[in-house]
T-cell receptor, first 114, second 111 residues
Framework: QKEVEQNSGPLSVPEGAIASLNCTYSDRGSQSFFWYRQYSGKSPELIMFIYSNGDKEDGRFTAQLNKASQYVSLLIRDSQPSDSATYLCACVEGRGSTLGRLYFGRGTQLTVWP | EADIYQTPRYLVIGTGKKITLECSQTMGHDKMYWYQQDPGMELHLIHYSYGVNSTEKGDLSSESTVSRIRTEHFPLTLESARPSHTSQYLC??????????FGSGTRLTVV
C-alpha cells in the first residue's frame, strides 16, 4: 500500500511569513509529485508539480524534492490570508497496473492570519 | 474554464432512491477517477477507469457502481441511497504524468 504522509496541522502563520508544508512518501518508484490546494467546500486545484530533485519556483510557491529521502515540501513566501486552505501532497504510482494513479496525503490545513 | 464537469452540484434525495452522478470531460483523457470526501477529511478513491469498458474498485469499499462506455463520460450510480452515502463526490481525469484535473464535485445529502 503506497503511503503519503503529511502533518495534518493546523499550521498557523502570520501574513507575510513563509509557510512550510512537508510530505514524505513510501513508493521509491514515484517520479512525479504534486501539490494541490483545496479551499473549504471546493475541489482540489493543482498549484505545483515537480519531477526532478531540487527546487522549483513559481511565483510565491517553491516546491522541493529529495528522492533519496523520499521527501517533498512546499514553501509559500509572503503568505496571504487568501492562502488559507488545505494543501494536499500527491505522488504518482511508479509502476504496475495502476501506473499514473495519484496517491494523496491527508492534507495540511494552513491558516494565514492578518 | 473547467474541462471536467459534474452534475448536479448539489443533490438532496430520500432514502432508497436510485441516483446517478454525472461526470464528463472534454480533454480526451483515458484515466478517470471518483473520490469520496467528507468535510474536512481526506480523499478516498472509490472507483477508477483506464479507458472505455475498463473500471476498477478503489481503496474504499463503496456500494456505488460506475460505467465507462465513452471516453468522455464516467457516471457513478447508487442503486439505493442511504444516509451513510451523504458526502461530497469528486470526479477527476488525468493524462499520464500530468496530475489530475478535478471537477467541481457533487454534494450529496440523503435524508
Amino acid at each position: 500500500q503506497k503511503e503519503v504522509e503529511q502533518n495534518s496541522g493546523p499550521l498557523s502563520v502570520p501574513e507575510g511569513a513563509i509557510a512550510s508544508l512537508n510530505c514524505t512518501y513510501s513508493d521509491r518508484g514515484s517520479q512525479s509529485f504534486f501539490w494541490y490546494r483545496q479551499y473549504s467546500g471546493k475541489s482540489p486545484e493543482l498549484i505545483m508539480f515537480i519531477y526532478s530533485n531540487g527546487d522549483k519556483e513559481d511565483g510565491r510557491f517553491t516546491a522541493q524534492l529529495n528522492k533519496a529521502s523520499q521527501y517533498v515540501s512546499l514553501l509559500i513566501r509572503d503568505s496571504q490570508p487568501s492562502d488559507s486552505a488545505t494543501y494536499l501532497c500527491a505522488c504518482v504510482e511508479g509502476r504496475g497496473s495502476t501506473l499514473g494513479r495519484l496517491y494523496f496525503g491527508r492534507g495540511t490545513q494552513l491558516t494565514v492570519w492578518p | 474554464e473547467a474541462d471536467i464537469y459534474q452534475t448536479p452540484r448539489y443533490l438532496v434525495i430520500g432514502t432508497g432512491k436510485k441516483i446517478t452522478l454525472e461526470c464528463s470531460q472534454t480533454m480526451g483523457h483515458d484515466k478517470m477517477y471518483w473520490y469520496q470526501q467528507d468535510p474536512g477529511m481526506e480523499l478516498h478513491l472509490i472507483h477508477y477507469s483506464y479507458g472505455v469498458n475498463s473500471t476498477e474498485k478503489g481503496d474504499l469499499s463503496s456500494e456505488s457502481t460506475v460505467s465507462r462506455i465513452r471516453t468522455e463520460h464516467f457516471p457513478l450510480t447508487l442503486e439505493s441511497a442511504r444516509p451513510s452515502h451523504t458526502s461530497q463526490y469528486l470526479c477527476a481525469s488525468s493524462d499520464t504524468g500530468l496530475g489530475y484535473t478535478f471537477g467541481s464535485g457533487t454534494r450529496l445529502t440523503v435524508v
